[in-house]
């Protein structure tokens, strides 16, 4: 476990992402709540990170004024394979959930539940088709690798059952705010990326009523591609990109699941010659939001970053229609700033021409200001308008970070509003 400082340092450029996943904790005794972003974003690190606000249940600096309940970590997050089917994911979700009763136990020097114990030895005993499962190595310091596939024939008729599955979960749920007075427990799913849309839809529609309903569990679902990059526009009430990429929603699973099959449904891509995402499914994001211009841009941002990092080529036709699609909206937007918002439009254009990759008020000469109050006022207005992202680096210090239609104009840098 990481000691304090260290966990400290967590905090920048994620204060208000990290404020959002506790309120989830605060306000709901449970429910879904999928995390998604780019690679290297810190999607599991900051998961463990809130994780460890839970375990001590300790406010900091950053944090004032946010109450939320205690929960019992997972220490042991685990993946699912496409052929697993619902009832192999509960049997995985109960492993899992066992296991970080057992770690959590350990920490405060208490004894492991016998419930909990008998199930851990059953699930450790099962064999399911010859399939061998790992659970990753604990995040809180105990070992926390869980194999099926043994030799025993000792093998419990529940564990092939989804609804005895489902309710072994609650009974641990339930045993958790009981026994060891937490307000429950947390699940966390990674890495769904390497999963289909359609089984992660289906998987999660099975599961709605059962295991996914149960008081007191959160299921933490971690991905990147659909997570990261369809979620935020999505929903009208996820609020969108965050600083460093890093997606955190708060969904019912009924919008996740649809979402998820809007995205099956008009998702055509073939990895060599297209773009991650299809026109068709561009213009569903723009119709969902009401025409939000801010909110479908959220969406295309996040579809550049995907094809910049990857160079996937040729670019087909609909690609280049997409892209021209893109480059239009970037550029009724800047033409729309430059009309009502002079001032910030000349800043706008400084930032983009010199690629700058963030400003602090020192800066005001390099951008024609004549002090630095000036500027501070001009990104100010920026942040609020959501052209910057606000980070504190110091004590009474910030830093701005170009975020949104900014990181889209740098794409897009021959566009006439920007020579």
């Known amino acids: 476990m990481k000691a304090d400082e260290d966990l400290e340092e967590l905090f920048v450029g994620r204060d208000d992402e990290v404020r959002r996943l506790l309120v989830f904790f605060s306000r709901r005794r449970g429910g879904l709540i999928p995390i998604g972003g780019h690679p290297g974003t810190g999607k599991s690190t900051f998961v463990n990170f809130v994780q460890r606000l839970l375990v001590t249940g300790r406010s900091t600096e950053h944090l004032e004024g946010v109450s939320f309940h205690r929960a019992v970590p997972c220490s042991a997050p685990f993946e699912v394979r496409p052929d697993d089917g619902a009832v192999e994911v509960l049997r995985k ?79 641990i749920a339930a045993l958790v705010r009981d026994e060891l007075e937490s307000a429950g427990a ?117 579809a550049i970053s995907e094809y910049v990092a990857d160079h996937r080529e040729p670019v087909t036709q609909d690609d280049k229609a997409w892209l021209r699609m893109a480059r239009t909206q970037v550029e009724r937007y800047m033409s729309n700033l430059a009309t009502n918002e002079p001032h910030l439009m000349k800043f706008v254009k400084q930032v983009v021409s010199i690629q700058i990759d963030q400003v602090t008020a020192q800066d005001h000469r390099r951008f024609g200001y004549a002090s630095e109050q000036e500027l501070i006022v001009a990104l100010g207005e920026l942040a609020d308008q959501g052209l910057m992202r606000r980070r504190k680096a110091a004590k009474e210090e910030w830093t701005y970070i170009p975020s949104g239609y900014l990181e889209i104009a740098r794409f897009f840098r021959n566009i006439d509003h920007l020579q």
């Open 93 to 171: 979700a109960l492993t899992s959930l066992c296991r970080s009763v057992e770690d959590h136990c350990k920490r405060y020097g208490k004894s492991t539940p016998k419930q909990v114990q008998g199930l851990l030895q059953a699930l450790t005993g099962h064999q399911a088709g010859g399939k061998n499962l790992a659970i990753g190595g604990s995040w809180l310091g105990h070992g926390a690798n869980v194999a099926y596939g043994s030799s025993s024939s000792t093998s419990s008729a529940f564990l092939t059952d989804e609804f005895a599955l489902a309710s072994r979960i609650s009974e």
């Open 186 to 302: 947390v699940i966390v799913i990674d890495n769904t990326e390497l999963l289909e849309d359609a089984f992660l839809c289906e998987t999660l529609s099975a599961l709605r009523d059962t295991a996914l309903a149960v008081e007191g569990l959160w299921w933490i679902v971690i991905g990147r591609h659909g997570l990261g990059g369809l979620l935020s526009p999505g929903v009208r009430r996820l609020r969108g990109y965050v600083a460093q990429g890093l997606d955190v929603a708060d969904l019912t699973v009924a919008e996740f699941a649809s979402l998820l099959e809007l995205r099956r449904k008009y998702f055509t891509v073939s990895p060599e010659t297209a773009l991650p995402i299809s026109l068709k499914l561009a213009s569903s994001i723009y119709l969902m939001s009401n025409g939000d211009i801010r909110m479908t841009m959220d969406f295309l941002e996040s």
